[in-house]
């Protein structure tokens, strides 16, 4: 009898020392789950999912073929472009990431990998003997699509341009340059050939201003207050201000400003108004990491906060009002509870239609499977370095969860 209690003994000093340890391990994963190191992982994790369906086979030139066509895409020019708005949009989400270039970190050499597939998408989709080659029967949609290859062109010049050689970069110039045929659309659409023309003109020293000064002219006169412009001369309840507007005007006119342009006169009250709109769109966050769906293409899904992670990201001009970690905080919770949800992903890794899950009915007309992949833009803020105070600074709650439980919010700024 002694000797099985003095073993019970035994095995309950040996569990409390198993749990004593379990217990002084925990603080180090609880410390890291509250800074932004779990969720930068978590992020790239979901960026290398959603890329390599679209980047894996384009590397191989078998993206046109591998592609899906879905029962309900059956327009023929939507069809033929699909590939093309999968690549150009993937690689417009991707570009943030890549431009912190490779290095000996586990993270930097999955960005060499990653470098190294997105130019051989670029080679293959302009090369005319490519079977993925992207341009052959052009129609006015061209032009949208061509903004989303100048776009990551300008983001990660060195990562994406500087590796091509003489006649790569002379294909891709020459597709660039197919949006001259067609006119866009008085509306958001004014800044895709005003993008595409500073591309042109950044690696060719000329382009056509044109495009480019009434872009400009135009989005100024459409601002209708509190960081919104109209889409066109009217309003639209919508987020293109956040996947069009703010982030295509800001780089026409920073690239302006580096031409000693006279329009980069506009680029610092446009920074002021795209803050303010950074600090609406967290603003719309709920505590339950959701947000109002609103408007056209909402399948775009987390594309919706580019241009908060956008003004982060390239300007590193994030409103006053917002705390970094609580900002990341609620940029994780809307990712998770978007792109977790059943359904995003069919059977073969590629996107399917819809906001949360699979909702074919959420779709407009010209979202087929390649328009899906402007998902990726959600994914801005994987540009921020990993040690910057966005990711370092522990989690916190962001202005809507702090409402909702209560507390006393001394800055009224918050509600202006």
Known sequence: MNNIKTIAIGILLIISGFVNSSSASAPNKTEKSKTGLHDREYTITLLSKISDSVL??????????????????????????????????????????????????????????????????????????SPDYMFEKPTQQIIVHLAYLAYPLLIAQNQLWEPLTQSQKENVLAALKIHRKFVPNESNWLLFPSVIECAIWKFTGECEMAPIEHAVNQHMKWFLGDGTYGDGPNMHWDYYNSYVIHPLLLETLKFCKEMGNPLAKNLSECIKRGQRYAEVLEHMISPEGTFPVIGRSSTYRIAVFQELEYMAFRWNKLPESLNPGAMRSAITAVIRRMMEAPGTFDENGWLNAGIVGHQVNARDSYNYTGALYMCTMGLTHLGIPATDPFWTSPEAKWTQKRIWDGEDIPDQSVFK
């Open 56 to 129: 894996v086979p384009l590397s191989k030139e078998q993206l046109y073929k591998t592609i899906p066509r879905k029962d309900w895409e059956t327009d023929s020019d939507n069809i033929q472009t699909s590939s093309l708005q999968a690549f150009g949009r993937t690689l417009s989400g991707i570009a943030p990431w890549l431009s912190l270039g490779a290095d000996n970190t586990e993270e930097g050499k999955l960005r060499s990998k990653y470098i190294g597939l997105s130019v051989k998408g670029l080679i293959n989709s302009t090369n005319p003997q």
